[in-house]
């Protein structure tokens, strides 16, 4: 079992940058993949961003290329996501969310096995 901890969320104005990190529990953490996930208010919980347990996959959704970076240091079992060029519709709480099947990668947050607690992203206009 892994236990995740989102940090790094703030108050930040548009066009502004923001890293948050997500701490892993436990051995295993280079077995799993990593994905990144947000839910505005009102809205569902939306895929972000997805790497693979060495780190050397990536997949963003459209509404984030070219601003955000997924990164993994598995040494300190710690995900990354990098967030420049923020905009007001960035804002959500992010959860980090680790997927036990690294076969076939997969942008639906029901396939991933283990979900941190969220961290808020608010950007101001």
């Known amino acids: 079992q892994v236990q995740l901890v989102e940090s790094g969320g703030g108050l930040v104005q548009a066009g502004g940058s923001l890293r948050l990190s997500c701490a892993a529990s436990?051995?295993?953490?280079?077995?799993?993949?990593m994905g990144w996930f947000r839910q505005a208010p009102g809205k569902e919980r939306e895929f972000v961003a997805r790497?693979?347990?060495?780190?050397?996959?990536?997949s963003y959704t459209d509404s984030v290329k070219g601003r955000f970076t997924i990164s993994r240091d598995n040494a300190k079992n710690t995900a990354y996501l990098q967030m420049n060029s923020l905009k007001p519709e960035d804002t959500a709480v992010y959860y980090c969310?680790?997927?036990?099947?690294?076969?076939?990668?997969?942008?639906?947050?029901?396939?991933?096995?283990?979900w941190g607690q969220g961290t808020q992203v608010t950007v101001s206009s």
């Open positions: 436990g051995r295993t953490f280079s077995t799993y993949a």
């Open positions: 790497i693979s347990r060495g780190g050397r996959s990536t």
């Open positions: 969310a680790a997927d036990k099947n690294t076969i076939v990668p997969t942008r639906a947050a029901a396939a991933y096995d283990y």
